[in-house]
């Protein structure tokens, strides 16, 4: 599929700490991209020091999730 999608995560916090202070529910968000030379040039621009096996589109195989986590 050459389809792009985002995702809304409920966040759950894992300490009771986190909990109190919580006065309203967080998500988190996931993008999700094919793999393809838009994802692979923004990727790329972002993180200049990654490397692909194989810089085609036709690439059906590869498989890469980025974890971005802001932490305050």
Known sequence: KEAAGVISVPFHPTYQSDHEHSSKQE???????????????????????IHFSNTTTAVNDEH???V???ND
């Open 68 to 70: 971005i986590i802001h």
């Open 27 to 49: 998500t988190a968000v996931i993008h999700i991209f094919p793999s393809c030379q838009f994802s692979k040039k923004m990727l790329k621009i972002i993180c200049p020091s």
């Open 64 to 66: 890469l999730m980025v």
